[in-house]
């Protein structure tokens, strides 16, 4: 164990003083190397999709993200002695978004292709994968081979501009191809049988089986391929030789395997949670439009307990606790209270007239109140045991912590919040 130490004790004294002797060398020649850039800036720009579980998640449409490539990321930053900015792409964009120089380098899951070193180059690779089928769980005998996926019947599904597009164009022409534009919700469509299968990384079949319990990954043990995961670089042999450094340190002291395990099984889950939360508070400012047009008070006490008496009932149909779905549904309220007296004060001082584009309360936004309200409760009952366990605080803190409507009110959002933060009850 101490000999253990000792090696990876040498091995980081040897990372610093190769930064060190990269940045020095580099000033001294007629090219500077990125490190120069990375140094003076004193910040290191990752470019990520934030779309593809478990290496880089974007929560909302905030700036934050989550996964392990985004942990080591951190890591990396924290090596260099910069601070991390992260920097949002998406796969039909990356590299073009790399060409012009948006980021530094990118962590998000990538894959080593001949298309991308023509134009980058790459680490050396920190996890081995390939790709392989998904489908639902009844249907996996009948996707075994790429054969019996390329047929004219079968529908396929893939996401844009990466390379499971690539793949399945040239492995299943004669299939139902269909591109969908959304990576985070794509499995949905295979769930809802809007599509027969996907076929993916086997590391992504692996966790999505684990989120959807209708779906079976089909023998990730034996993917069709073979691929690599690496840092996608420019072509600086400085930049390269300090970072290829740095992740063999990470492979060999466990740190990226570790990271990886976490969160392939983070509770991935409670981001359906965290939108239903997120829709429902969004909808305030339409309610206070729909309010202020007839001037009806912001508070209905009545019509709240109707509210909440109806969830409390139909969260039963969920093995719901009452006083659990009681406390979610009042702090929803009350976070919808917050964000339209703070409208109604604003429109009082401007002196504000009717709303054209005000919906109707009735017919337009009590229904969508009554599908958020179902989502909520399936979404509480799926992640139930998250919430309710207490080693797991900090991943319920890091999925939930953050609502888009924290841009109408962060006061509301913490409130919309705060019964879910607390252990689920």
Request: neutral net charge; charged residues 20%.
């Amino acid at each position: 164990m101490h000999r253990l130490i000792r090696f990876f004790a040498i091995q980081l004294f040897a990372l610093i003083g190769l930064i060190a002797w990269s940045t020095a060398a580099s000033a001294q020649s007629s090219s500077a190397s990125r490190l120069d850039d990375i140094s003076a800036r004193g910040v290191l720009r990752v470019g990520t999709t934030g779309d593809y579980k478990p290496f880089s998640f974007r929560i909302g449409k905030s700036n934050n993200f989550i996964g392990s490539d985004i942990e080591l990321a951190a890591s990396l930053a924290q090596a260099l002695n910069v601070k991390l900015q992260l920097v949002p792409t998406s796969w039909p964009s990356l590299m073009q978004d790399f060409s012009a120089g948006k980021f530094d380098l990118a962590i998000s899951g990538v894959s080593i292709t001949p298309e991308r070193q023509k134009v980058a180059q790459f680490s050396i690779p920190y996890l081995r994968d390939g790709k392989t089928p998904i489908a639902r769980c009844e249907n996996s005998a009948r996707f075994q081979t790429l054969a019996q996926i390329d047929q004219a019947d079968v529908r396929l599904i893939v996401n844009p501009g990466g390379t499971n597009e690539r793949f399945a164009k040239a492995n299943a022409p004669h299939a139902q191809l269909t591109v969908y534009p959304d990576n985070v919700s794509i499995f949905d469509q295979i769930v809802n049988q809007q599509a027969d299968l996907m076929i993916t990384d086997a590391i992504e079949t692996k966790l999505q089986q684990h989120l959807h319990p209708e779906l079976c990954a089909i023998h990730p043990e034996a993917p069709f391929d073979h691929s690599e995961k690496a840092i996608l670089l420019p072509r600086d042999a400085q930049l390269q030789t300090v970072i290829n450094l740095w992740l063999q340190l990470s492979i060999a002291n466990g740190s990226v395997q570790k990271a990886m395990d976490r969160w392939l099984y983070f509770p991935w889950g409670l981001e359906s949670l965290r939108r239903a939360v997120d829709e429902r508070l969004l909808l305030a400012e339409a309610v206070a439009r729909a309010k202020w047009n007839v001037q009806a008070p912001i508070e209905d006490l009545a019509r709240e307990e109707q509210v909440i008496q109806a969830a409390v009932k139909q969260g039963a149909e969920f093995n719901l606790a009452s006083n659990f779905v009681e406390s979610v549904f009042r702090a929803q309220i009350q976070a919808s209270k917050t964000v339209q007296r703070d409208l109604f004060a604003k429109w009082t001082a401007q002196h504000a007239g009717k709303f054209a584009d005000a919906p109707d309360l009735a017919k337009t936004i009590r229904p969508e109140l009554d599908r958020i309200t179902t989502q909520l409760l399936r979404s509480l009952a799926a992640n139930q045991a998250v919430l309710v366990d207490p080693a797991r605080k900090n991943e319920v803190l890091q999925a939930l912590d953050i609502l888009d409507a924290a841009e109408l009110s962060k006061t509301a959002a913490e409130q919309a919040l705060a019964p879910l933060l607390q252990g689920g009850r």
